[in-house]
């Protein structure tokens, strides 16, 4: 008995094959004696899969031949010719990814941007010729000013306070994505995370100076980075706008969790809320007064000059984005060594899975340092504010402020009714 099994327009190399598939277990279940195809290429175009179809034919003593005669399978001679095939195809493989590796890294070395893809956001003078896919090319390692000057904004806002959520509406308010799209969270960290944006390439886990300018500096693309790190542990839902000073930020003074807001349901106006308690409940206060407290106590602090006394002793750290740069570079040395462990016998793996680690440990250390100055910042321009400045500042701000000079710890209350217990609400100076 024959079947036929006919695939025709599904790809070889990649992508399902069913009808492939189907074969195969046929041959597996031993319901076949013998396959015959065309070519070694109908059968499969992936040679480095031949070894695996010796394996079948030798393991369920199925005959497989090919009618053009280049392989036959059903014999020990033949199974030779069709291991070397396949070892031949599976070298050219590897040299071919060893070749791309080799001219990746010289490119990168050189400056040059690695892969083709879409135009990034910042950059790309249209040449005037077209490409392949008939699509105007672009020259990316010119800037488009006014691009530029946007991201540099956005991220001048990230650095100074502004949540995401906040960044990304301003975004959409002045520009599109490079694809002409809407921008979301998500498009805005990608842009951000990418070295080009700080004129760098990176390449198996290395930076290397491009040969375009940076949109913004070293610094700043590490320091935005740390902080969108930071904020992801922070704030699980980035996509929320920030409505109340205090949610993620006041504390339950019995269990430790940070507090939450809801609307009170109380017979009072319908617009009062309470932050509280979403873990253990015991803890709810009223917003505006709550708020109004905190306020009034961040507010002295930004005054007294003996904070502003300490806010300009606090040494802006520049370097801090090339520290973590060359941190980097030596842990790539390191794990290259790790690697070639076996041409440097005086070399042992434990001092350099030791080095690492701490190399780890110092980039880590570096950018919570870059994130803290981030706040510091943020506490400098609000310093001296008055109310009213106070007032017109984007809330998102506003918390950073608060977080950053205050614990706030809210206290069951046995008060009810109007009036506000100060003695229920304790804030902890922080450093
Ligand atoms: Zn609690």
Redesign the pocket.
């Known amino acids: 008995m024959v079947r036929v099994f006919t695939e025709n327009d599904t790809s070889a190399t990649n992508g399902t094959r069913p009808k492939y598939k189907a074969m195969m277990e046929m041959v597996e279940r031993g319901d076949a004696e013998v396959i015959v195809a065309w070519h070694v290429d109908r059968l499969t175009r992936k040679l480095t899969e031949l070894e695996q179809i010796i394996e079948l034919a030798e393991r369920t003593k199925v005959k497989i031949a090919t009618v053009s005669g280049d392989l036959d399978l059903s014999n020990d001679g033949g199974r030779l010719v069709g291991r070397i095939l396949a070892s031949v195809a599976r070298g050219e493989v590897e040299r071919k990814s060893a070749r791309q590796k080799a001219a990746n890294q010289q490119k990168a070395e050189k400056g040059e941007a690695i892969g083709g893809g879409k135009r990034p956001y910042g950059f790309g003078v249209p040449t005037g010729e077209t490409g392949r896919t008939g699509q105007p090319t672009y020259d990316t390692t010119k800037l488009v000013p006014e691009e530029a000057q946007f991201l540099r904004e956005a991220v001048e806002r990230l650095l100074g306070g502004q949540t995401q959520a906040s960044v990304v509406r301003w975004l959409n308010e002045v520009s599109v994505t490079s694809q002409g799209n809407r921008w979301t969270s998500k498009s805005l960290q990608n842009l951000l995370k990418s070295p080009r944006i700080a004129g760098l390439i990176s390449y198996e886990g290395q930076l290397y100076d491009a040969e375009w300018p940076g949109i913004i500096s070293e610094d700043q693309w590490e320091a935005v980075n740390a902080l969108m790190e930071r904020r992801a542990i922070e704030n699980p839902y980035p996509g929320r706008a920030r409505r109340y000073l205090l949610t993620g930020v006041a504390e339950?003074?019995?269990?430790?969790?940070t507090l939450r807001c809801k609307p009170s349901g109380g017979k009072n106006r319908k617009t009062a809320r309470l932050y509280y308690?979403?873990?253990?409940?015991?803890?709810a206060r009223n917003v505006e007064r709550l708020d109004a407290y905190v306020v009034g106590r961040v507010l002295h602090l930004l005054n007294d000059p003996r904070l502003i006394e300490e806010l300009s002793n606090v040494a802006s750290d520049p370097g801090l984005g090339a520290e973590i740069a060359l941190l980097q570079q030596r842990k790539a040395d390191a794990k290259e060594h790790l690697e070639n462990l076996a041409d440097h016998p005086t070399l042992s793996a434990d001092v350099i899975v030791r080095a690492m680690e701490s190399f780890d440990k110092r980039i880590e250390e570096l950018r919570e340092r870059i994130a803290r100055t981030v706040e510091e910042r943020a506490v400098i321009q609000a310093a001296g504010f008055t109310k009213e400045q106070w007032d017109d500042t984007a809330i998102d701000v506003k918390s950073v402020v608060v977080k950053a000079l205050f614990r706030v710890i809210v206290k069951p209350t046995m008060k009810r009714g109007p009036g506000f217990d100060e003695s229920a609400v304790r804030m902890e100076r922080r450093r």
């Open positions: 339950c003074s019995e269990c430790g969790s308690c979403h873990e253990c409940r015991k803890v």
